[in-house]
Every structure is written in structure tokens, then in C-alpha cells.
């Protein structure tokens, strides 16, 4: 079941709930490695990607793995050999996240080097070059990272570029170390802050996270615990551009205002109507929308994982708009796609310029990766006709239960096979 149809234009109306944010559940789940004892983690998003961990998980030899609902129970840690193998990695690069724990925790690991993907090279040599500093031998061999290290010590570690896993991975890394780490030029994401909280929960002891600089003092072991997992951003941020783009009333509950600043500034600025109230965004009917300039930056800047969904917005908006992808060097992949729905869009290197409105048409089109897909969603709730996404697999490994949300919102959407 890899397509969906849409028929458009839609109208949404009502509320839906934001999941678990996957991009902090899943370096969670790496962590569980460096854990002695049963941890519990809530508010856990039932995607792909989530699911591709439990593989990893239990490859590496945790003792138990169950998810249930949204309550994901592990236990055990890594009894098995540490190995993440290539046919896992290649599937989702953010097994990568468990070379740090690994090392940490059996000062040894053999992770198959994730390649690039759709949107980038995504090269991990800010990760490498961080473990080394703390000590470990690593070398790559067969298309593999294989790292060993007798324990890791603490070090001062100033990272080149702001890296989500990256900070991610070596926070990690640091918890079981011997003596004082001092990360710098950190990444900000709130899915760090989250790791940190849980980890810190566990007996860690970190102090920093979600500024510039981290400072993490190692300890013997960490305990078991129970964390709730923060809301996903991303995929609220993806509802609030799809119902301004329907000019709809929707209402986007359980999810965190704060994490989404810089988009609702810039949702605001090209006319929508935001109301914020608690846990709850809502957004209005309203007039015609103006075309704003965006350009993606680490947080708390506007986030490149929505640049996408953006895009397919500032199609019906009046005038022209300029976006500027600054994280990854191959994220206009969903351009071509917008562009066969009558969207008015050049590229210019990094930069995408979008001449609106352009009314869409609805047309068969096709999913690159899992960010573009669900600006196809977007272009295809707004456009006139059937639009059919094919390889529809990418919008499940970040999205949970995409096309049911949009239906209890009244669109027109349904998976379909072939
Ligand atoms: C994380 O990827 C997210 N994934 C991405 O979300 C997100 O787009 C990205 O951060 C940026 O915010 C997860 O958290 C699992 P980076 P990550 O390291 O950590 C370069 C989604 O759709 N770099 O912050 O891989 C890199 O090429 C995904 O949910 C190096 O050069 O991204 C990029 O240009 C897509 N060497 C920049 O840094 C390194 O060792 C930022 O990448 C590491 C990164």
C-alpha cells in the first residue's frame, strides 16, 4: 500500500493531536544501551523509523523490547555483539546514534557507515572525529565504522558545525566516560534537551543542554526510568502549513508552542491567524496569504524539516517568495513535483524562488523522501483534482497514521495499493 490519493481542493476543520516526537525517541532508544534496568518511554510516535529501532535494539541483544500503544518498554541494554548491520543502517541513518552508547557502555562497536540519502551526503565525520578526541580507535573498514576504546575519556570537544546527532551522539558517549566532557558549538534542537532530561533521569549528569555548550561529567552506570517524550514538532508544524494552505480552522493539540516559534512568526507574516493556548495551536480562516522569504537554519531558526511543506504553501500565496536551504545540499527534490502541479518555482543553487498564487492541479507525483512527501500531501489537499503520491512508504517513517489525522480533519485522502 504505497499510494496515496487525495482529492482536492479540501476543506479540514477540527483538532488532532500531535504525536512523540521521532527525532527524540529515537536517539531515546539508543541510550536505553547505556542503561542497567527496565526503562519506560511514553508519547512514543508508531512510526517506521521507531519500529526500524526496535530492530536495532534487539539485534544488539536487549533483553526486551515491546511497544504498546505509545509506551515503549526496553530492557537490557547490549548483550549481544555490538554490531548494527548494513541492511538496518541503510534503512535509517539515525542508527548511527547507537555507536556512541555502544562504545560507551562495551568500548566497542561495528556500525555500517549510514551513506547519504535523498536530501545529502550526510557524512558523520563530525562524530568520528569527536569519539577520537575521547579516545576511541576508529577506524572504517567495508563500507563499516569500527570503533574501540578500553573507556572513553572526558574531553573539550568544539564541533565544526551545529549537528543534531552529532551532539547527539557524543553527549552519549560522554555519560560513561571517565572524568569531565565540555561539548562545544552544540546543537540547540529541542530533541537534545529532551535526550539530556531522560538520560539525566537515568543518573546522568549533564548540564547545558540546549545552549552552545554542554558539559557532561561521566558516571559508573546509569538507571532505569520512565520519560515522557516531547511532542513532534515537525508534524505539528506540518498541520498548521496544511491548514493555511486549505484556509482552514484546525487546531493542533498536545504539541509545544515553544518548539515552533520561528514557523508560527513566519506563518503569522504572511497573513495566517494563530491562536496559542497551552498545548494548543489553532489556526483561523482567513484572507489571501502574502508571499514571505524563508531560509533554513539549525534551531531556533526555521527548521530545513519543514522548508518543504513551506514551499507548497507559499504556491497560493500572493506575490513572490524567495527560500534559501542552507542545512542540506540537495533539498529541493519535491521542486519538479510542485512544479508538475503548475507550480511557478526556479531554483538557483540553494535557493528556491516560488511566484504565487499558482493554482495547483492535482497529477500523479512521486516521493523522494520523507519531509518532501508530506509537502506533496500539503500541494495535493490544496490542489483541484486527484493528485496520487506514489512511494508513499517515506511519509510512514516520520508521520503516524498520516492519512487517518487528515481524514478525522475531513480531507479527502485514503491509501491505496499497487
Ligand atoms: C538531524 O539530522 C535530523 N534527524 C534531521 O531530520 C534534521 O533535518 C537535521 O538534524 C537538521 O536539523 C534526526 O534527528 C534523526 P545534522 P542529522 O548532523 O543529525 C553536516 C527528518 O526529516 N554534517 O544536524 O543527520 C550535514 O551534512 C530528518 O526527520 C557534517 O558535515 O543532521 C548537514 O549539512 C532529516 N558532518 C549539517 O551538518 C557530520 O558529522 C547538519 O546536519 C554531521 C553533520
Known amino acids: 500500500m504505497d499510494k496515496i490519493r487525495i482529492h482536492g481542493p479540501c476543506r479540514l476543520q477540527g483538532r488532532v493531536r500531535a504525536s512523540g516526537a521521532k527525532n527524540a525517541v529515537l536517539p531515546e532508544m539508543a541510550a536505553t544501551l547505556l542503561v542497567d534496568g527496565p526503562v519506560t518511554l511514553r508519547n512514543v510516535p508508531v512510526v517506521r523509523d521507531v519500529q526500524t529501532m526496535i530492530k536495532v535494539l534487539r539485534h544488539l541483544g536487549a533483553r526486551r523490547v515491546s511497544l504498546d500503544g505509545d509506551v515503549l518498554r526496553v530492557e537490557g541494554g547490549a548483550a549481544g555483539e555490538p554490531e548494527a548491520p548494513y541492511d538496518l543502517v541503510r534503512t535509517m541513518r539515525a542508527s548511527i546514534l547507537v555507536l556512541g552508547p555502544l562504545l ?35 577506524e572504517i573498514e567495508h563500507g563499516f565504522v569500527v570503533a574501540s576504546s578500553p573507556r572513553l575519556k572526558g574531553a573539550e570537544i568544539v564541533f565544526a558545525e551545529r549537528t543534531v546527532t552529532g551532539t547527539e551522539n557524543v553527549m552519549m558517549a560522554a555519560v560513561l566516560a ?26 546522568a549528569r549533564i548540564e547545558g543542554a540546549g545552549t552552545g555548550r554542554i558539559v557532561i561529567e561521566g558516571v559508573e552506570r546509569l538507571r532505569g526510568t520512565e520519560h515522557r517524550v516531547i511532542p513532534d514538532r515537525i508534524e505539528a508544524g506540518t498541520f498548521l502549513i496544511a491548514a493555511a494552505a486549505t484556509q482552514s480552522a484546525v487546531t493542533v493539540e498536545r504539541c509545544d508552542p515553544t518548539h515552533l516559534e520561528t514557523v508560527l512568526d513566519k506563518l503569522q507574516e504572511c497573513g495566517v491567524v494563530l491562536r496559542v493556548d497551552g498545548d494548543a495551536i489553532g489556526v483561523g480562516k482567513d484572507g489571501p ?19 518543504a511543506q513551506f514551499m507548497a504553501l507559499m504556491t497560493r500565496a500572493e506575490g513572490v517568495s524567495i527560500i534559501t536551504e542552507t ?6 527534490l519535491h521542486v519538479g513535483e510542485l512544479r508538475r502541479m503548475g507550480a511557478r518555482i526556479v531554483v538557483d543553487g540553494q535557493t528556491a524562488i516560488v511566484a504565487g498564487p499558482a493554482p495547483l ?27 496520487v503520491i506514489n512511494r508513499a512508504y517515506h511519509i510512514d517513517r516520520g508521520y503516524e497514521k498520516v492519512e487517518t489525522k487528515f481524514q478525522t480533519l475531513g480531507a479527502r485522502i485514503e491509501r491505496i495499493g499497487g
Open 104 to 138: 560507551a557502555r562495551l568500548g566497542r562497536a561495528r556500525v555500517s557507515l549510514p551513506g547519504g540519502c535523498a536530501i545529502g551526503a550526510r557524512p558523520i565525520d563530525y562524530h568520528i572525529e569527536a569519539l577520537r578526541r575521547m579516545g576511541a580507535a576508529i
Open 178 to 203: 571517565e572524568g569531565r566532557t565540555v561539548l562545544k558549538n552544540c546543537a540547540l534542537e529541542p530533541e537534545v534537551t529532551d535526550l539530556a532530561r531522560f538520560l539525566n533521569a537515568c543518573g
Open 289 to 307: 496569504l502574502r508571499g514571505v522569504n524563508v531560509t533554513t537554519r539549525p534551531y531556533p531558526d526555521f527548521p530545513t524539516d519543514l522548508q
Open 327 to 332: 542545512v542540506f545540499e540537495n533539498r529541493f
Open 361 to 387: 492541479s492535482g497529477a500523479p507525483v512521486m516521493a523522494s523522501d520523507l519531509r518532501a512527501s508530506a509537502c506533496l500531501i500539503v500541494a495535493g489537499l490544496s490542489a483541484e483534482g486527484e493528485t
